[in-house]
Nanobody, 126 residues
């Protein structure tokens, strides 16, 4: 079992920035794909930014150029730098991961992931 814990959420005004962190613990493996997903009230969960085991990234169109996903393998931690935040970014943000044996392109579909954190709230005021 792998445990994921998100942190860094909070309240920020439109145009501001936040940095989210996702720390992994438990039965971790050497090769992981991981990423960030979000769900706003009344909306379906959507992919935000993901990274495959080789470090390749993929972003949703609505965050491209504003958000950056990075990782620190030594610390088993994934990050999401969120800049130029908009009111539309207001949502609960989740970290997700999946251990892999072979390489995959970065997957933005949340259904592909097997380990999930409990989420952190990001509130953006206009």
């Amino acid at each position: 079992q792998v445990h994921l814990v998100e942190s860094g959420g909070g309240s920020v005004q439109a145009g501001g920035s936040l940095r989210l962190s996702c720390a992994a613990s438990g039965n971790t493996y050497s090769n992981f794909c991981a990423g960030w997903f979000r769900q706003a009230p009344g909306k379906e969960r959507e992919g935000v930014a993901v990274m495959n085991s080789a470090g390749l990234t993929r972003y949703a169109d609505f965050v491209k150029g504003r958000f950056t996903v990075t990782r620190d393998n030594a610390k088993n931690t994934l990050y999401l730098q969120m800049n130029s935040l908009k009111s539309e970014d207001d949502a609960v943000y989740y970290c997700a991961a999946r251990d892999v044996i072979v390489g995959y392109g970065p997957v933005l579909d949340s259904n592909w992931y097997t380990f999930w954190g409990q989420g952190t709230q990001v509130t953006v005021s206009s």
